[in-house]
C-alpha cells in the first residue's frame, strides 16, 4: 500500500507539457506555438523531431520536444569517428528558423558544387547535361547522354569543406553507390576529381585538346580531307600540299582533339592581319584559319575542344580576340561558332569561287560549361 501511495505522488507531481514550458517563464502565445508545432497537422517538423530524437537522452528530449528548439539539445561525442558514409551534421539549436537557414546553406553549397562541375563536365563528349542533387549532406551526380540515356555516377559527401568531399561510385551490378579510393590514394578528394573519376569509369577517357606533334600532322591533314570530303568537296592533290605546308609554317598554331593516341579534329590559328589576311600583323588578334573534325564525330563537341584549346593558348600568347570566316551556307560551322561564343561581325567577303563567307568574333577568354541543373 505504501509503495503505491509513493507512486501516486511521484505521477501527482508530472506537470503536464504546457505547465512544464510555461516553468521556463515562456510567455502563454509561445507555449502554445511550441506545442502546435509539435501536436498539430503539420508533420514536417514533428517528423524531424522524432527521427532526430531517437539519438538524444530522455531528459535532452523532453526538453527540446517540449520547447521546439528553444533548448539546445545535448551534443554527441566529439569523438565522432569519422564515417565515409556520414556526412557533416550541423550543431546547435533546432527549429523552423534554424531549419531554414539549413535550406539556405544547402543551397547555396549546391549551387557552388553545381557551377564547378559544369566548368569540368565538358570534357566529355557524351554529355549533354549534369544534374546535381542535394541531400542531406550528400550530393548526387548523374548524365544525361547524347543519345537520351541518363547515367548515374557517383555520390558525394559534404565534409565541410569545398575542396575535400566523400566519394562514392555508382556501381550497376549492385544499383548503389560504393565507397571508393580516388586515384590520390584518398577516399576523398575534390569534386573535380571525383567527376573525372567517375566519367573516367563509365565513359572512358576524356577528350584532350593539345598542341600538335610532328606525327600529328598527317593525321590533321587527313581529317580535313575527310571533312571535305564529307561535305561534298573532296580536295585535290595540290591542295593536300599546301595545307601540308601551312600547317608546317612557323607561326602556326596548331593543335589536336584526341582521346588517347586517336586524333578526332584538327585546327590551325595564326596572327590576324590588317586588310583581311593582306596587311600588318595585329598583335591583338588570332585569326583561326582552320578547323576540321573527323566525320565520325560530328555533333559531339570536339570543335569546342579545339576553339578552347585554341583559346587558351591565345591567351598566354596576349591576344585579346579571335576571329574565324565560314561559309554562309554550313551552318553546321556557325552553329558550333554561335556555340562558343562567337558573334557575327557583320561583315561578308566573296571568296574566289564565288562563295560568300561571314566573319565572326569573340573575346580570347570566354567561360567554358555545359547546362547543368541543379534539383
Not at 502554445?32 to 539519438?55: C, E, L
Not at 587527313?222 to 601551312?246: L, M
Not at 565560314?326 to 561564343?341: M, P
Request: glycine letters at 8%; proline letters at 7%; a positive charge.
Amino acid at each position: 500500500m505504501a509503495k503505491r501511495l509513493r507512486q501516486a505522488r511521484m505521477v501527482s507531481t508530472c506537470r503536464p507539457i504546457r505547465r512544464a514550458i510555461a516553468a521556463f517563464d515562456i510567455p502563454s502565445a509561445q507555449a502554445n506555438t511550441a506545442v502546435a508545432r509539435w501536436t498539430g497537422p503539420v508533420g514536417a517538423v514533428r517528423d524531424a523531431a522524432s527521427s532526430s530524437s531517437r539519438a538524444r537522452s530522455p531528459v535532452s528530449k523532453t526538453i527540446t520536444n517540449g520547447l521546439a528548439g528553444a533548448i539546445a539539445p545535448t551534443p554527441r561525442s566529439a569523438h565522432r569517428s569519422a564515417d565515409l558514409d556520414s556526412p557533416v551534421r550541423g550543431r546547435g539549436p533546432s527549429g523552423p528558423g534554424m531549419m531554414e537557414a539549413m535550406a539556405t546553406q544547402n543551397t547555396v553549397k549546391a549551387q557552388a558544387l553545381r557551377q564547378r562541375l559544369a566548368e569540368r563536365a565538358w570534357r566529355w563528349p557524351p554529355i549533354t547535361e549534369l544534374t546535381v542533387r542535394y541531400r542531406a549532406g550528400f550530393a548526387y551526380l548523374d548524365a544525361l547522354l547524347d543519345n537520351g540515356d541518363e547515367l548515374p555516377l557517383c555520390r558525394l559527401r559534404d565534409t565541410g569543406d569545398p575542396d575535400r568531399w566523400g566519394f562514392a561510385l555508382y556501381t550497376d551490378n549492385t544499383g548503389r553507390y560504393e565507397n571508393t579510393i580516388l586515384p590520390t590514394g584518398h577516399p576523398a578528394g575534390t569534386p573535380e576529381e571525383a567527376l573525372d573519376w567517375s566519367c573516367g569509369l563509365h565513359l572512358g577517357a576524356p577528350v584532350t585538346a593539345r598542341l600538335a606533334r610532328g606525327e600529328d600532322l598527317v593525321a590533321a591533314v587527313d581529317i580535313w580531307r575527310q571533312a571535305n570530303t564529307a561535305r561534298g568537296r573532296p580536295p585535290t592533290e595540290q591542295r593536300i600540299d599546301r595545307v601540308r605546308d601551312k600547317l608546317a609554317e612557323p607561326d602556326a598554331l596548331v593543335l589536336v582533339a584526341s582521346v588517347g593516341d586517336e586524333v578526332l579534329g584538327m585546327a590551325l590559328a595564326e596572327p590576324g592581319r590588317d586588310h583581311d589576311g593582306h596587311g600588318a600583323r595585329l598583335e591583338e588578334l588570332c585569326h583561326i584559319s582552320m578547323l576540321f573534325v573527323h566525320p565520325d564525330h560530328w555533333g559531339r563537341r570536339v570543335g569546342l575542344f579545339l576553339l578552347e584549346g585554341i583559346s587558351g593558348h591565345a591567351n598566354k600568347q596576349r591576344y585579346a580576340h579571335l576571329q574565324v570566316w565560314t561559309g554562309e551556307s554550313n551552318d553546321r560551322a556557325q552553329h558550333l561558332y554561335r556555340r562558343a561564343g562567337f558573334t557575327p561581325s557583320g561583315r561578308t567577303l566573296l571568296l574566289d569561287s564565288g562563295e560568300p563567307v561571314l566573319h565572326f568574333v569573340r573575346p580570347a577568354s570566354y567561360p567554358r560549361k555545359i547546362n547543368a541543373v541543379l534539383h
